[in-house]
């Protein structure tokens, strides 16, 4: 059974870049066919899909986060980053990674990190 852990800083201050890490047991980055996610969720708000990067490595982005974010992965640690660029107290949030796969049409999340929360503030 596959599970995500996620680390990084809980505290950042206003216009640096968050960064968090995501360490994958259970399975490889690297298996066909899955997709590995950073959601986020700002308090009191829904879930806010970020980004994905697919076991081929090929990254997707939301657009209205697509300036700021960027997604790398080290297979050799079995681990995927999430990088948030010149944060704003609106990127508080508690951060979560998740495993994705599209089946039959659908896209679903099938697995998930426990969420760590980050506060932007100086």
């Known amino acids: 059974q596959v599970q995500l852990q996620e680390s990084g800083p809980g505290l950042v201050k206003p216009s640096q870049t968050l960064s968090l890490t995501c360490t994958v047991s259970?399975?490889?980055?690297?298996?066909?066919?899955?997709?590995w996610n950073w959601i986020r969720q700002p308090p009191g708000k829904g879930l806010e899909w970020m980004g994905a990067?697919?076991?081929?490595?090929?990254?997707y982005y939301s657009p209205s986060l697509k300036s700021r974010t960027s997604i790398s992965r080290d297979t050799s640690k079995n681990q995927f980053t999430l990088q948030l660029s010149s944060v704003t107290p609106e990127d508080t949030a508690v951060y979560y990674c998740a495993r994705g796969q599209l089946l039959v049409g659908t896209y679903y999340f099938d697995s998930w990190g426990q969420g760590t929360q980050v506060t932007v503030s100086s």
């Open positions: 990067i697919a076991y081929s490595g090929s990254t």
């Open positions: 259970g399975g490889s980055i690297t298996t066909n066919y899955y997709y």
